[in-house]
Every structure is written in structure tokens, then in C-alpha cells.
Nanobody, 127 residues
Framework: QVQLVESGGGLVQAGGSLRLSCAASERTFGLHTMGWFRQAPGKEREWIAAASLDRSGGSTYLADSVEGRFTISKNSMNTVYLDMNNLKFEDTAVYYC???????????????????WGQGTQVTVSS
């Protein structure tokens, strides 16, 4: 069973940067999309980024709320990164990595598209 290990969260001042990493424990045949969500206290989980792990290249997607500030990238194996720049107080949340391993429904920006989740990492932006 694929497991996701996240790292890189922490406390940063507004305007600062952080990089989150998410490594899948193995590269199974079905692992082809990984994404990032975040959840602030009292709010629903929000999709912010996704990346196709297609070996021939793949695509990346960003939510409008983070476009121009966040970047999702991947390495040649099974790790995705979320580079967050010009962080704002409203970016404070628990950030979750997710992966689609099995045959699920939905689209890359919906939670039910993903069947494997990381434990979450806290990002706190001080104003």
C-alpha cells in the first residue's frame, strides 16, 4: 500500500517562502496523479495544486487562489514539491498531500479523486 510522507511545513513571516515535499513510498503502476490540498480551521479542505506523474512529461495544475505564488513540481521518481512564495496570513492551514492510486472518480481538483492521503503538515504565516 502506497504511503505518503510530507515534510517542509513550519512558521514563516508574511512575504516569506516555504517548500513542501511529498514522497510516495513506492511507484506503483496506478500512481499517476498527486496533489496538494489545505484546510484552515473551520473551513473545508481546499484543492490548490496537482501534478500528473506521466513518465513522458505530465501536466501541472494550480488553483486560482495560489496562481503566481505557488508552484508544483515533481522529480523523476515519486516526489512532488510545492514551492510557496509571497506567503500571506490566509495561507495558514494544514497542508495535505494526496495521491490517486486506484480507479477513482472525480477530477484532479476534487477530494474524492484521491484515495491516498498524507498526515498533513502545518503551515503558519505570521502577519
Amino acid at each position: 500500500q502506497v504511503q505518503l510522507v510530507e515534510s517542509g511545513g513550519g512558521l514563516v513571516q508574511a512575504g516569506g517562502s516555504l517548500r513542501l515535499s511529498c514522497a510516495a513510498s513506492e511507484r506503483t503502476f496506478g500512481l499517476h496523479t498527486m496533489g496538494w490540498f489545505r484546510q484552515a480551521p473551520g473551513k473545508e479542505r481546499e484543492w490548490i495544486a496537482a501534478a500528473s506523474l506521466d513518465r513522458s512529461g505530465g501536466s501541472t495544475y494550480l488553483a486560482d487562489s495560489v496562481e503566481g505564488r505557488f508552484t508544483i513540481s515533481k522529480n523523476s521518481m515519486n516526489t512532488v514539491y510545492l514551492d510557496m512564495n509571497n506567503l500571506k496570513f490566509e495561507d495558514t492551514a494544514v497542508y495535505y498531500c494526496a495521491a490517486r492510486v486506484g480507479m477513482t472518480r472525480g477530477t484532479y481538483y476534487s477530494t474524492d479523486f484521491y484515495d491516498t492521503w498524507g498526515q498533513g503538515t502545518q503551515v503558519t504565516v505570521s502577519s
